[in-house]
């Protein structure tokens, strides 16, 4: 439920960011039309000023050649040419952007010998990349180009006069011929420059009505979509809030249908924010009692044996740490009917948003049941751990009783048959030992392998040493636990190797040295027994013997999944590796 909410309410605030966004992108596509409008309006303004600069430099340059004709000054043709710059100048910027890979320097180096304001260039060039395709465009740049060339033939023209006027003397009557002839090109320019300005105008037409429909079009695409977002936004909200409220009276039938008393209590009053109404059927007070009492109230009901180590708990509430809080309490409380149960409190901080512990929330849970059931199988456990304790006693004793018949069939026997009822007591006694470490164990299933080792290996040296004969017996065993069924073959093993060690490794010898060593190794363990004394057999091999302590050992190492490495030398070493039960 908790993750369900938590994807609706991403979901919605996916959504108000979304609005968010699409008004940004709103407002950046309004800033960006009124700034192509503003650019635009500006180059058609610059158009405009163009064309009364270059009419106002043809009109110039038409009186000044009249001048020249008429009084044949060469500073007029002089002026002449200078004032024609403006027009070759708006003709170099034409001409280069009609190409379409054009230079954007030569454009305005061109624009700006039109006497065409630098700010205003760039928008000249927009508008006229921009709205080339349209017939308005297009026909103001035909009535331009025509109206270049018409540049270009006066310029052919007055090149003439100048060119007859210094080759011999001209008369009145050729002069007036010029001028009607100058004034002809003047008209026809004239009207050139009308027709250009019509054009400009359409084009301004035009170009606002492009503007003004994109911005209408562009508006109700975005209201449009505004609208769908809003209906979205409304209905998903209210999809929300429904489902939030769904969500409130499922977790209020979970708290109110819960075994356990969930609750919020402040650390500064100490009182409780609030207390679900199962603590009615679990403890048959009111949450209003504990809300009003807060914790004083509930330290009144608890158990007195419990009640100081809880006071301790709450003293801690003042300047509470994260390694002195306890996640877990339990204690009883007495109910309304004056009976004590035991509950479980677990709980956990609340921290403010700079870090402070502020509140305790948590649920408390009737444990009287459990507490029964653990009271009733400790002391079930306890039953039984006597019972085993009584039994490995038991058979200990038995294993002791046969060792002691064992010892009366010594009398009157031959020593071959007394050293083999010997071999015997002493696997009995083994075996015995392991029981005995089992009743004295704690677990009664699990004996210290270490210890176990030790007493036996003192054992059978006791047997062997006598005031002639002196072994030194070094131990390296690790503290490991073992079951029963590894204990047994172990200390079998254990026997022989070392029984064998005695009887024939030190046979004749007064002194020597017998190490056991345990140690893990790789994934298991390796078993150690070394002597000092009477070297084996270079070519001896175990399975080839007939002795039954060697047969028992290979039996029994099988029994471990082990596997036995005979060294001899300077040291006669019987190495058994083998992995322990878990």
């Not at 596509?29 to 000023?49: D, H, K, P, Q």
């Not at 035009?206 to 994109?214: E, P």
């Not at 047997?463 to 390296?476: F, G, M, V």
């Given at each position: ?9 991403l979901d ?13 992108v709103?407002?950046?596509l ?20 163009g064309?009364g ?6 009109k110039?340059s ?12 060469e ?16 003709r ?7 190409k379409?890979?054009?230079?954007y ?13 630098p700010e ?12 080339q ?6 026909e ?23 060119s007859?006027?210094e080759?011999?003397?001209v ?11 100058l004034?002809?090109?003047?008209h ?6 009308v ?6 105008g ?16 562009l508006?109700?695409l975005?209201?449009g979509?505004g609208?769908w977002l ?7 909200t209210?999809?929300?809030?429904e ?5 409130e ?15 919020k209590?402040?650390?500064d ?8 109404p ?14 009003n009492?807060?914790v004083?109230?509930?330290l ?14 709450v003293?801690?509430?003042d300047s ?10 339990e ?21 403010d948003?700079?870090g402070?512990p ?20 400790k002391?079930s456990?306890?039953e039984k ?6 039994i ?9 009783i ?5 010892e009366?069939?010594?009398d009157?026997?031959?020593?071959e048959?007394?050293a ?17 470490k ?5 677990t ?6 270490d ?7 003192e ?6 040493t006598s005031?002639k ?6 131990l ?9 069924d590894?204990a ?5 093993i254990?026997n ?6 005695f ?18 190794k ?7 027994v070394?002597?000092?004394?009477n070297?084996?057999a ?8 007939d002795s ?6 290979q039996?029994?190492?099988?029994r471990i ?19 322990l039960?878990?």
């Amino acid at each position: 439920m908790t993750t369900e909410n938590g994807k609706e309410r991403l979901d919605v605030n996916k959504k108000v960011i979304a609005l968010f966004a699409f008004g940004i992108v709103c407002a950046l596509l309004l800033i960006l039309i009124v700034n192509i409008s503003i650019n635009t309006a500006s180059g058609i303004r610059a158009y405009v000023g163009g064309e009364g600069m270059w009419t106002k430099a043809q009109k110039e340059s038409v009186i000044h050649l009249a001048n020249y004709i008429l009084t044949e000054n060469e500073e007029e043709f002089s002026h002449f040419k200078s004032v024609l710059r403006v027009n070759l100048g708006d003709r170099m910027g034409r001409e280069e952007l009609l190409k379409d890979e054009y230079d954007y320097q030569t454009i305005y180096d061109g624009f700006l010998m039109g006497r065409n304001h630098p700010e205003d260039i760039p928008h000249m060039i927009n508008v006229f990349r921009r709205f080339q395709w349209t017939p308005e465009v297009q026909e103001a740049i035909d009535v331009w180009t025509q109206a270049d060339y018409k540049i270009e033939e006066l310029i052919d023209f007055a090149d003439s006069i100048k060119s007859q006027i210094e080759s011999d003397e001209v008369s009145m009557e050729q002069k007036a011929t010029w001028i009607t002839e100058l004034e002809e090109l003047d008209h026809e320019l004239t009207d050139l420059e009308v027709r250009f300005s019509a054009a400009m105008g359409n084009m301004a037409r035009l170009v606002n009505s492009i503007l003004r429909w994109t911005v209408i079009l562009l508006g109700l695409l975005l209201i449009g979509i505004g609208i769908w977002l809003i209906y979205r936004f409304l209905n998903s909200t209210r999809v929300w809030m429904e489902t939030l409220r769904e969500s409130e009276e499922r977790f209020k039938h979970v708290l109110s249908n819960s075994k356990d008393v969930l609750y919020k209590m402040n650390l500064d009053t100490k009182e409780y924010e609030y207390v679900s109404p199962a603590l009615k059927s679990m403890l048959g007070y009111e949450p209003e009692e504990f809300l009003n009492g807060g914790v004083s109230f509930i330290l009144s009901k608890m158990h007195p044996k419990d009640l100081e180590r809880m006071q301790k708990v709450v003293e801690k509430y003042d300047s509470i740490e994260d390694s002195e809080f306890l996640p877990i309490v339990e204690f009883r409380l007495k109910d309304s009917n004056g009976d004590w149960k035991w509950v479980s409190n677990v709980r956990s901080l609340v921290r403010d948003s700079q870090g402070k512990p502020e509140a305790i929330i948590g649920s408390v849970r009737n444990i009287s049941t459990r507490k029964k059931q653990d009271k009733q199988i400790k002391e079930s456990l306890k039953e039984k751990e006597v019972l085993l304790q009584e039994i490995h006693h038991r058979v200990k004793n038995n294993l002791a009783i046969i060792s002691s018949l064992l010892e009366l069939q010594k009398d009157n026997v031959s020593e071959e048959v007394e050293a083999l009822l010997s071999s015997s007591q002493s696997r009995i006694k083994s075996i015995a030992k392991v029981h005995e470490k089992l009743y004295e164990s704690p677990t009664l299933s699990n004996i210290p392998l270490d210890t176990y080792i030790r007493e036996l290996a003192e054992e059978i040296k006791k047997a062997y040493t006598s005031n002639k004969k002196d072994i030194e017996l070094q131990l390296n065993v690790s503290p490991y636990e073992i079951d029963l069924d590894d204990a047994i073959p172990i200390g079998l093993i254990l026997n022989e190797l070392i029984n064998n060690a005695f009887k024939h490794a030190f046979k004749e010898l007064d002194k020597g040295t017998l190490m056991i060593s345990l140690q893990s190794k790789d994934k298991g363990m390796e078993l150690v027994v070394a002597n000092d004394g009477n070297a084996i057999a270079k070519d001896f091999d175990p399975s080839e013997s007939d002795s039954l302590g060697m047969t028992l050992i290979q039996v029994l190492i099988k029994r471990i999944n082990g596997t036995l490495h005979i060294e001899s030398g300077d040291w006669t070493k019987f190495k058994i590796q083998f992995e322990l039960k878990h």
